[in-house]
């Protein structure tokens, strides 16, 4: 979220997305790609860090920015009945 607190924002929407919306978009595809099966098995026994799947939906699920960010409704499947807090 420190993005949209630097200097030089424009609040306008570039091709069609908000500020807030571009940087979800940024964190997604960040950690987009296609992983067969297999692979998502075999990283799941032998990498201790989560499928980018869960890297992105995971902590996004969690936010109410990004909830407010795409003006998602209460039972849509991004936004998570029993959100997480650790801070």
Same mark, same amino acid.
């Not at 980018?52 to 209460?74: D, H, I, T, W």
């Given at each position: ?37 297999? @692979?998502?098995?075999? /990283? =799941? ?6 499928? *980018?799947?869960? &890297? !992105? ?11 407010? @960010?795409?003006?998602? /409704? =209460? ?6 009945? *029993?959100?997480? &807090? !650790?801070?």
């Amino acid at each position: 979220m420190a993005y949209l607190a630097g200097p030089g924002l424009t609040a306008q929407p570039v091709d069609g997305f908000t500020p807030e919306q571009r940087v979800f978009l940024g964190w997604s595809q960040a950690w987009c790609e296609n992983a067969r099966p297999e @692979a998502e098995r075999m /990283k =799941a026994v032998t990498n201790p860090h989560a499928s *980018n799947r869960y &890297r !992105v939906n995971g902590p996004l699920s969690n936010m109410p920015e990004f909830q407010r @960010a795409f003006s998602c /409704k =209460a039972d849509a499947p991004m936004v998570r009945q *029993n959100v997480c &807090r !650790v801070w």
